[in-house]
Structures are given as C-alpha cells and as structure tokens.
C-alpha cells in the first residue's frame, strides 16, 4: 500500500508535460539535500554527562576542506534559477504580463514559508530570554543556534535580489550574450582586488551582486543551449576547475568554500570570485551529464521522487537546522541518551564517520513533524505560480518596499541571531520586518 504523498506526487509526475526540462527540477532537488546533508555533518557535537560542545567539522578533520568543492552548490541554486527566470520571464512577456504581477507571483511563494520560521523562533528566543533568565541561560548560545538555524534564509535574499532584476540581466543576455556574463566575472575580479589586494574590505559585498549574476546569467545561456554538446561543456568545466585551482594554489583564497569562524578570508562571506570558477566547473559537468540524466528521468520511480522532494523542498530547506537544534537541544535537556542517540562518539574517529549515517537517520526522523506541520505554506505560495489570477497584483511601489523590508530582517538575522542585549532580549524590529515586507508583497489595496 503506497503513502498518500506518494501517490500524490506519482499523480503529478505523470502529468508533466512532455517539453518540461526534468533535469532542472533533479539538480534543484538534488543540491537542496546535498545542502541539508553538509549541514547536518558540518557540525560536529560532543556530549558527555552535563558538558556539550560544537565544532566545525571542517576545523576538527582538515582534509575536509576538499569536501567542500562537493558541497558548496550555492552555484547550482543560481544556475538552475537563471534556467527558470528565463522561463518564467519569457512566458510573462508572451502573455503580456507586467513585471508587477510576475514579481508578485514569484516572490508570494518565496516568502511565505520563512515567516513560520520566524514565528518559531521569535517564541523560543521569548521563552528562554524571558523564562530561563533567572537560570543564566547563555545568550551567546541562543545567538549562535538561531543564527546556523536561520542560516538558510540568507540564500532567499540574495535569490531575491536575482528575481528583481531579471528583467535588466536577462535584457543584458539578450543583447550581449557571454559579454554580459564576462562583465559579472571582470566586475568581481576587480572587487576582490581592491577588497583583498587594496584592503577595501567593505566592497567586498558587492560581490553579492557580481558573483551570483555571473552565475545566473550562465543559467540563461543553459536555458538558450548555448553552452554546448557534452564535450564542449566538458571544456568549460576543466577551465573552472584550472582556473579555481590556480587561484587557490597562487591567490589569497582558502581551499575551503564554505565559511568557518578560524578563516581570515573566506571564500563565501562574502563571496569571491573563486565560487565564479567553481560555478562554471559544476555547471560544465553538470550539463554533460544532461542527455543521460534526462533519459533516466523519464523512469516513473525516479521521476516521481525529484517531484516529491521538489513539492517539499522550502519547506525541507527552510526546516532542516531547526530540526536539528530541536533534536541536539532535546536529547541534552533530557539527559542521560547522548550515547543511544551517538552524540558520545568523538567527532573524527572512524566510529564517528561509520554511525553518522544512523544520526542523519535521526535527524529526518525529528524533520518529519516540520514538514507536516508547515508544508502547508509552501503548498500555498505554489498555488501562486501558474498565470496571473484575475486579482490584480500589488503594485511594483508596493512590491519593491516588501522586498527591502524582508531582505534587511532576514540579513540582519543571519548575520547577528536574534538575541539582544536590551529589552525584550530578542530583536524584535528585525523579526517584524520580514512580517511587514510579506504583507506589502501578498496584500493589493483597494482601488476606486
């Protein structure tokens, strides 16, 4: 007897429809669980009796920097958005329909599963900065779980800021082509030059802009068929990975391409033009790895599961490091089971790497109940991607202030957690904002 979510997304994968790109949704897919799958390996916890400690995986076993040149797929998630917005972009142009109304739609199902997130933690940074005062319950604990929980929020602003302005890059892609891609990448070298080489560090950030656009418009060029057969896209992908080779072995940059808190310079935060030359390797072998793909993908059972995952995904995405700080938090409250559930075992050993398949087993089991409890949302803000609905879209007055508003509390978050100093002890003006920015995004005033 199948799972009723199986049956539904077996019900939906047969009828999709014959000219859709399965592919896409498969790397989606695929990258967003390689994502969840580092996060929860990359940290490494100890606990014995009453002490527990966190590490970065990557600082207690150094030849793990060379894993992440696997796990950083960052540029994946840009990839396959360029490959959508130009879809999306070019189906609203057909239909006429304005920028306000495509905007709307897009951002609607972006922004509507993170506020449940939000709501969460709002609650337990209440209960434990407002209960567990009188106990000492160490804020820098609170500010450190809520920051790696939120941590997958920071990927929706900068996706955000690619979805604003889609109508100017992928304009700039049909008028220049490649040009416009070797512009982000000339753009993004310089930045790193004055930010590393002048010692202008702030500008680094603009690479936010430059690095991600670079990659996002290869998105475009995949979407045209202009990066070739197998064998050239194997050409493109030794030349990103020569390039990215050289520029760890001979620049400033670290092997490692995700941050930790002991990097000087870190490749990712912000980004560097190194996560440029890696986007093009991945994209290279990726798309050689095309035609095969796709063939396999017209098999229902593999097929059915790129659609499960890909209905699931915000909300597995969005969920995965709560579900894990849930998990960590409850099993050193009760006390006494760290070693049923394998959090004695010394991170590093060989036992440590042989059980962690077993605590990724554990972490999906507490996962679960998230995705139940919140799907929902997502299932909402999905119903939003079709063509316009008759309702009139908020206005692009309206919508860019929405935007800014979730950007900056969702920055801010990540960046800093959500504890304060001063009273309540929890930043609730950065908690709202988001709030504020998804009701000017989902709410159109009345017209005369």
């Known amino acids: 007897m199948s799972l009723p979510i199986w049956t539904h997304a077996a019900h939906q994968a047969a009828q999709t429809p ?20 580092g996060h929860w390996l990359v940290a490494a916890i100890y606990a014995q009796g009453n002490h527990m400690e966190t590490q970065d995986v990557i600082a207690v076993i150094p030849w793990t920097r060379w894993l992440t040149w696997l796990f950083q797929v960052m540029p994946v998630f840009f990839l396959v958005g360029g490959y959508v917005n130009a879809i999306g972009w070019q189906s609203a142009q057909r239909r006429r329909e304005n920028y306000a109304a495509w905007l709307a739609r897009r951002l609607q199902r ?3 599963p993170v506020l449940p997130v939000l709501a969460a933690w709002t609650l337990i940074g209440a209960f434990f900065t407002g209960l567990f005062n009188q106990i000492s319950f160490p804020t820098s604990l609170l500010k450190n779980a809520s920051q790696f929980a939120l941590l997958p929020a920071w990927f929706l602003v900068v996706y955000i800021l690619m979805i604003l302005l889609t109508p100017l890059s992928y304009r700039a892609w049909q008028r220049y082509g490649f040009y416009s891609f070797w512009a982000l990448v000339a753009a993004a070298a310089l930045i790193d030059l004055l930010a590393l080489g ?3 560090h702030i500008l680094g950030w603009l690479n936010y802009l430059f690095v991600w656009l670079a990659v996002h418009q290869l998105g475009y060029a995949w979407q045209a068929g202009r990066i070739g ?16 080779i050289a520029l760890v072995a001979f620049g400033p940059y670290p092997i490692n391409m995700v941050t930790t808190a002991s990097q000087r310079i870190s490749n990712s935060l912000p980004p560097r033009v190194t996560l440029v030359a890696l986007g093009v ?10 035609k095969p793909a796709r063939r396999l993908l017209q098999r229902g059972a593999l097929w059915t599961t790129t659609v499960l995952i890909n209905s699931i995904i915000m909300t597995v995405f969005l969920w995965h490091v709560t579900a894990l700080v849930t998990a960590v938090g409850l099993i050193f409250i009760i006390g006494g089971w760290e070693r049923f559930f394998l959090l004695s075992v010394i991170p590093g050993t060989s036992t440590w790497w042989l059980t962690r398949p077993l605590w990724i087993a554990v972490l999906i089991v507490v996962l679960i109940p998230f995705v139940a409890l919140f799907h929902r949302f997502e299932r909402i803000g999905q119903a939003r991607q079709g063509p316009a609905p008759p309702a009139p ?24 957690g959500i504890p304060t100093q001063t009273w309540p002890g929890i930043n609730l003006l950065a908690l709202s904002f988001p709030f504020l920015g998804a009701a000017l995004i989902w709410f159109t005033p009345k017209r005369t």
């Open 18 to 37: 014959p000219n859709r790109n399965r592919y896409v949704d498969l790397l989606r897919a695929a990258s967003i669980c390689l994502v969840i799958l």
């Open 110 to 112: 972006l922004v509507l």
């Open 198 to 200: 002048a010692g202008w």
């Open 229 to 244: 057969a197998p064998r050239r896209a194997l050409l493109w992908a030794a030349a990103g990975l020569a390039v990215l």
């Open 281 to 290: 390797a991945q994209t290279g072998l990726l798309l050689a790895l095309e």
């Open 393 to 416: 879209a908020p206005p692009a007055w309206q919508l860019l202030p929405g935007c800014a508003l979730v950007c900056l509390g969702l920055s801010i978050l990540t960046l800093r």
